[in-house]
């Protein structure tokens, strides 16, 4: 299994307050992207990073942010949770020769509720 | 942009029997595709891909799907399903050469065992 960590694996959190999610990875690859998982939709794309401090939104990035210093760390931050940020969210990685067209390995997730 | 669509929101079939899941995309571009398997309250981990080689893939697990342009398909088969097969089965899509780092997820398909 491709090294990819995910902390907290659960939290439960109050509306407004700060939430910081850590993807860390030890493959070395150049790409991360932070997804969330909800019933009906499959995954969504928050954001992801090609690189050191090189990061880009996905499709669904309102109330995110993200921060990449090191190549092995992705973070991903709610400034301020709300309920509609209730559910999973799950790293990924790809490796450097075509980005997106690699194989994405998935971190185990992170279970977040907001209440 | 890109879409996919996945037909089924549920297949249930008994041991023994084909699988089949249906994934039609829609891509301006040569698109990459995905076959992603999640089983319950796991990560996601790759069947397949198809990035413009041969047509008919092969995966792992026994399973396998072909690419078929003038259909916009890339449906999933598998001659005989084991009950280790249930789980929830994601079409994802993408762009080779886009600099545009966004992959499509479909909404997903539960696959369904019957003894």
């Known amino acids: 299994d491709a090294g990819i960590t995910q902390s907290p694996r659960h939290k439960v959190t109050e509306t407004g307050t700060p939430v910081t999610l850590r993807c860390h990875q030890t493959e070395n690859h150049r790409y991360m992207y932070w997804y969330r998982q909800d019933p009906g939709h499959g995954l969504r794309l928050i954001h992801y990073s090609y690189g050191v401090k090189d990061t880009d939104k996905g499709e669904v990035s309102d109330g995110y942010s993200v921060s990449r210093s090191k190549t092995e760390d992705f973070l991903l931050t709610l400034e301020s949770a709300t309920s509609s940020q209730t559910s999973v969210y799950f790293c990924?990685?790809?490796?450097?020769?075509?980005?997106?067209?690699?194989?994405?390995?998935f971190g185990p997730g992170t279970r977040l509720t907001v209440l | 942009a890109q879409s996919v669509t996945q037909l089924d929101s549920h297949v249930s079939v008994s041991e023994g029997t084909p699988v089949l899941l249906r994934c039609n995309y829609s891509s301006s571009y040569s698109p990459s595709l995905f076959w992603y398997v999640q089983h319950p309250n796991k990560g996601l981990q790759l069947l397949l891909k198809y990035t413009s080689a041969a047509t008919l893939v092969k995966g792992i697990n026994g399973f396998e799907a072909e690419f078929k342009k003038s259909e916009t398909s890339f449906h999933l088969t598998k001659p005989s399903a084991h009950m280790s097969d249930a789980a929830e089965y994601f079409c994802v899509v993408t762009q080779t050469g886009d600099s545009n780092y966004q992959l499509i997820w479909g909404a997903g398909t539960k696959l369904i065992i019957k003894p």
């Open positions: 990924a990685i790809s490796g450097a020769a075509q980005g997106p067209t690699d194989t994405q390995y």
